[in-house]
């Protein structure tokens, strides 16, 4: 995808969710939408045929918008959200709800004073583990953090944690791709 395309879906996602949220917010219905959110994430990462109708133009407007109906109406949407999505499949632009969903998190957790922090893990964090990293994290930024953990074992140990524009990368094979490169600067 070219990077063109890549802002005019982040334009088109960013529109959509201030609407959607500024509704929601008027008829105190954020924790609803909040709930639809995680509910539509989810679906979204296991329905490959949801996937496949957002995104491909052999599905005329009608079918894109009764097809996005029913899972709607079916998931128990919020009617701001059903709404914005029966528009969205009216004007094509179904394909930007993976980013409408992004987008709309993270106006939820402004308004709740909630940052979410992306950590990459060589293991699964415990709950333990996800709850005293979370109240660290609380402390040095001064707002709730909300832990969005993976694993990737090709990290060996440590941890990569990103908070907004801050990244902290303590795993170990940062650090030996560090000692690496000292190595080669001494020889």
Known sequence: MDVSDSSISSGIAERYATAVFEIAKENNDLPA???????????????????????????????????ISAVADAMGLTPAMKNALGLMAQKRRLFVVPQLV?????????????????????VALTDA?????????????????????????????????KVGSKMIDTSIRSKLNSLQNAMKEVG
């Open 33 to 67: 939408l909040e709930t639809n959110l995680n509910d539509l994430n989810a679906a979204l990462a296991d329905s490959a045929d949801l996937r496949e109708l957002l995104v491909n133009p052999v599905y005329s407007r009608d079918e894109q918008a009764g097809a």
């Open 102 to 122: 992004k987008r709309l998190s993270a106006l939820i957790a402004e308004e709740k004073g909630e940052v979410t922090a992306e950590v990459t893990s060589a």
């Open 129 to 161: 583990q996800r709850s005293n990293l979370a109240q660290t994290l609380s402390q040095n930024v001064g707002k709730d953090v909300k832990i969005q953990d993976t694993v990737d074992e090709s990290l060996i140990g440590g941890l990569i944690v």
